[in-house]
């Protein structure tokens, strides 16, 4: 399956300054959550952007290559989740606890691992669900490289 990483910086970047492939190849997002990344041509930009954002839909305000987080936004983001993390939990049976993949199903409702990732300079990548909870509603972010990786 493809996704995609996303660098998201505090001030606007440069477009020779966008994350590239080659800038992952000495960290263990290859291999820990990565077959392989390319760089996404930036014919394809628009489209990469526009899919962020449908899926994180009333989370974000887009001008440009500039996003805010908007109020009320972590609850956006995660409510839907939330309410099926409770009702995978309540159900959760000792059986379940006793598989791997019941628990990885759990866990990942919790933090999203099989979907997007976000680069960024103080932190490196981590999954959006980490970044939108690291992140403080208001906050400002410039998008820069866009990169596929495959899962």
């Known amino acids: ?15 020779d300054e966008w994350l590239t492939e080659e800038d992952l190849y000495d ?17 394809e930009r628009e489209e990469d952007i526009e899919w962020f954002l449908q899926g994180e839909e009333g989370a974000f305000v887009r001008e440009g290559d500039k996003i805010t987080l908007l109020p009320g ?29 019941k ?3 759990l866990r990942n409702t919790l933090r999203d691992t099989l979907s997007f990732y976000v680069y960024t300079d103080e932190g490196g990548w981590k999954p959006l669900d980490t970044f939108i909870r690291e992140s403080a509603e208001g906050d400002v972010f410039y998008i820069g490289g866009i990169l596929d990786y495959h899962f």
Request: net charge neutral; proline share 3%.
């Open 103 to 105: 628990v990885g199903e």
């Open 1 to 15: 399956m493809h996704s995609r990483l996303y660098q998201l910086t505090k001030e606007p970047v440069h477009k």
């Open 73 to 101: 936004a972590k609850h956006v983001y995660f409510a839907k989740r939330y309410n099926e993390f409770k009702k995978k939990a309540a159900d959760f049976t000792l059986d379940n606890f006793c598989s791997d993949y």
């Open 27 to 43: 960290t263990s997002f290859i291999g820990e959550i990565a077959d392989y990344v390319s760089t996404q041509p930036e014919a």
